[in-house]
């Protein structure tokens, strides 16, 4: 067996068996398979596809490529939520800590930016000495004493994952179903999770653009898991626009610091962490109905209980809790460019494919792996969706990069930033749905995996 | 501009500037983009395409990733041959000094080990102490001094091209049109030729298996050509059997002395000789017409002066010539294996795919960029094509790796390379079609390149 022929038959259509998936998964997990081939296989995967049967044995090879956590002793199933990426995406700094105030344990392993979106580490560790390198004992003591823990791929969690997903993001290898399932699905299982959340975005900001193929993602998703032994939930969410207020690491950790305090919380940020929340508290078996999980979701919420439970977490991963408890002593742009409306309307939100674009441009994302990133770039929101806004209102304020990283004038910079501000002309009806779209349900009684 | 957002176009099928595409190349050559994201965007281009003024432009921007050298000041345009890759295919070692010896100058740059075909560098290699890293400097020297040089690549000709080249081969992406295209080209280019001669395999044993596909990539290199100022003429050659009597590095050298010498040269090798030789002294200005070149390519051989050119060449390069002069001293494998015909009939002669297949595994060809190879492995065919064979009669010999490199036992082995023989039933009528199936000729009047 050798990689070249393996890419040359996914490059031709032709299927691999699961011993030839696990050769390259373990090729990649041991580096004994140069990253240039795993890239020309990759490219191949996402333009010819994978089958069903090819995505469940790439997941499977990437669970067996290293560890399995087990928290098979707790009371109730390890839960989790994942996103497909958005910008502006918060919604784990909120439903961890409040599903684990409820009391399901979340071992949430997360990952950093990839394309135009952000990346849950890459925003936590904007909080000083905040670690996400957790190994599989302190994440397996984290989640037993605290409930829960917000961690990176431990180097032997699922390790083939960790080096597919960075040569992925910097080979615009993203957007494939079959990779992006696996990539989920196989970290999730190695940290032991039985029962999973998804959240998957759709809109001009997310990678799927297409409700169509949003949806086939949340099938192949729930499908998938199913054969693993993993209770599953899809969500289709709405993302055109920034989610939240704020996109940018230190800012949107100050954002879900606000909203768990009860400051200010955007109703869309409410909305989905809720019923994401609700989703993990019914699926872990805590809750009768998903609506039930809402409620105690909610209860954790009001309670402050959810808040607690962040800083607990934070501290327990080294961060300096004295940035959060007073957020002026976050790491912050020094300087900031406000942008206005370029015309009266109702305010709908900021183009969120086209600023996480800037932010990543900037410093704030990454354009290859293992770039280094600056925590203080990003966008603020400062008009209100929904409300009327008139010309010259600020609608936006840049958090900018140092002066040296900047490539164009702030008259440039204003002029390209006022394109992302969306407004319906005054008297137009512009589609109001929900931030939920739709829901694609586990399947009813899901069987163990394969092996 | 960034490679990221450049891989995701071709990806997605969109068309890439001139400048755009320049920016990958001078990132290859330079090494300033990472040979994954290179993999990833040749993937895709394979997958997706280029379009023709891509391709020229493609072509150009390798030309212009390093120095190029000049033969304007000799008589007659510089010359070149180029085959598309074959089993068995020594061509060059016959039709460089035969074309040297009319009086044509050739400055023939040739590449390395591809898939399962070998690679006329590493066949040269095999004579002891034969250079092929030839500085711009010494092929010009000896070009003008001897007429002839067979060398590869400089760092400073086409280095882009080198890089691309050798990534293609250990990541499957070899039989891409526009990147052939591009390859062949950009290396002849920079090296000087304005009159090529084309070999396009057809066959089994060819990069393109079928007729239409060979025809196309002839049609785009004799266009692309001629954008560059390169009169071209593309002949499609039948690939489905070892060409000439051996295949593999060392029986190569040794099989094209000998047909040099004139004690032994198959049909198919000397009709190919002569026509892609006549080609050259007609493209090159020096015959009126292909067919008076190919009296004069006639002439050369037997005056036996392509054979003095080849050993002057090969003495010029530090070869030992003693070891040309006695064949005998060549490296040679201490094992072999004789390979009966398993049935009577008319012997048509070896698969050459399956043939090079084995010999690339066997350590005479390259699963990876960089490997070194084994000269002396190879397959020789002992029985004539077109004659009667009888069950039993041996039909080929086995020159086997070192006893460590064999995976197989002898009997599994003759098993396996019995396969290779092919005969037609006796009384069939196969289609003897000659080894030239066509001709693509050169616009009439080549055009100034576009820069």
Redesign the interface.
């Known amino acids: 067996m050798?990689a070249?022929?393996l890419?040359?038959r996914t490059?031709d259509g032709e299927e691999l068996t699961a011993a030839e998936i696990a050769y390259l998964v373990h090729g990649a997990a041991d580096r004994s398979i140069?990253?240039?081939?795993?890239?020309?296989?990759?490219?191949?995967v996402?333009?010819?596809g994978l089958s069903e049967r090819e995505t469940v044995d790439l997941t499977l090879a990437m669970i067996d490529s290293g560890d399995r956590l087990d928290f098979g002793g707790l009371p109730l199933a390890a839960a989790d939520k994942h996103s497909t990426g958005g910008v502006g995406d918060k919604i784990s700094f909120l439903v961890a800590p409040l599903a684990a105030a409820v009391g399901v344990p979340v071992p949430m392993i997360s990952g950093r930016s990839l394309g135009h979106t952000g990346g849950t580490l890459d925003k936590l560790e904007s909080i000083p000495g905040c670690r996400t390198a957790l190994s599989a004992d302190e994440i397996v003591r984290q989640v037993t004493s605290l409930g829960l823990c917000l961690a990176g791929q431990t180097d032997r969690l699922a390790p083939a994952d960790r080096v597919l997903y960075s040569?992925r993001d910097?080979?615009?290898?993203v957007e494939s179903l079959p990779l992006i399932t696996a990539s989920i699905l196989s970290k999730k299982a190695a940290a032991g999770v039985r029962a999973l959340a998804l959240d998957v975005k759709v809109g001009r900001g997310a990678f799927m653009e297409s409700r169509e193929r949003a949806r086939a993602l949340a099938e192949l998703l729930v499908r998938t898991a199913d054969r693993l032994g993993i209770r599953a939930r899809a969500h289709l969410t709405s993302m055109d626009t920034v989610l939240g207020r704020t996109a940018g690491n230190a800012l949107e950790i100050a954002e879900s610091v606000r909203a768990l305090r009860g400051e200010a919380v955007s109703p869309d940020l409410q909305r989905l962490t809720v019923v994401l929340g609700g989703a993990m508290c019914w699926l872990s078996g805590h809750s009768a109905t998903p609506q039930d999980g809402e409620r105690a979701i909610l209860a954790a919420w009001r309670s402050g209980a959810g808040y607690d439970r962040f800083l607990r977490m934070a501290a327990a991963q080294g961060g300096d809790t004295a940035c959060l408890e007073d957020l002026s002593r976050l790491p912050a742009a020094r300087d900031r460019l406000d942008v206005p409306a370029p015309a009266a309307g109702r305010f709908l939100g900021i183009h969120a494919r086209a600023a996480g674009e800037w932010i990543t441009e900037s410093g704030g994302g990454r354009?290859?792996a293992g770039e280094l990133l600056d925590p203080r770039v990003g966008v603020e929101v400062l008009a209100t969706p929904g409300e009327r806004i008139g010309p010259g209102d600020p609608a936006l304020s840049l958090h900018l990069p140092e002066a040296e990283r900047r490539t164009s004038t702030d008259a440039d910079l204003r002029q390209r930033a006022s394109a992302w501000i969306e407004i319906a002309e005054d008297g137009a009806d512009p589609a109001g749905s929900g931030i939920i779209l739709e829901t694609v349900d586990p399947a009813p009684g899901p069987e163990r995996p394969p092996r």
């Open positions: 050798n070249k022929s890419i040359r490059r140069p990253d240039y081939q795993l890239t020309a296989w990759m490219m191949a996402y333009l010819r040569l910097a080979a615009s290898i354009l290859r």
